[in-house]
């Protein structure tokens, strides 16, 4: 009874799918982040970008190497980030130079 149910709710929500319009009068406001010139930007900026904008990065304001060093390696366990190992430092080197706040710790 469950899966026949569950089948009806499925069918149902994709039918009010398929009915839904999209206005394409609505436009979406574009906000650009720029990042700081710096050794390891473009790389940075590439595996960075695929999962979100550049204004979440800024917006940990500025933070300790070891901040930085976390929020890597939680990109890459948690949100499966596309960073291999070999260029872990390089993308914790440039975030520390450009948006770090000088403290190691």
């Known amino acids: 009874m469950k899966r026949v149910l569950l089948t009806l ?3 149902q929500g994709l039918a009010v799918a398929a009915e839904t319009k999209v206005d394409k009068g609505i ?3 574009y906000m650009d982040f720029p990042m700081k010139p710096g050794k390891g ?3 940075t900026k590439g595996k960075c970008n695929m999962c979100h904008s550049w204004g979440y990065t800024i917006n940990q304001g500025l933070q300790s190497k070891k901040f930085w060093r976390k929020k ?3 990109m890459i366990t948690v ?3 596309p960073i291999k190992n070999e260029d872990i430092e390089e993308v914790v080197e440039y975030l520390y130079t450009n948006y770090g706040n ?3 710790e």
Do not use: C, Q, W
């Open 41 to 43: 930007m473009y790389s």
């Open 72 to 74: 890597v390696a939680k």
């Open 27 to 29: 436009k979406m406001p």
């Open 102 to 104: 000088g403290k190691e």
């Open 79 to 81: 949100f499966h980030a």
């Open 9 to 11: 709710l499925l069918i």
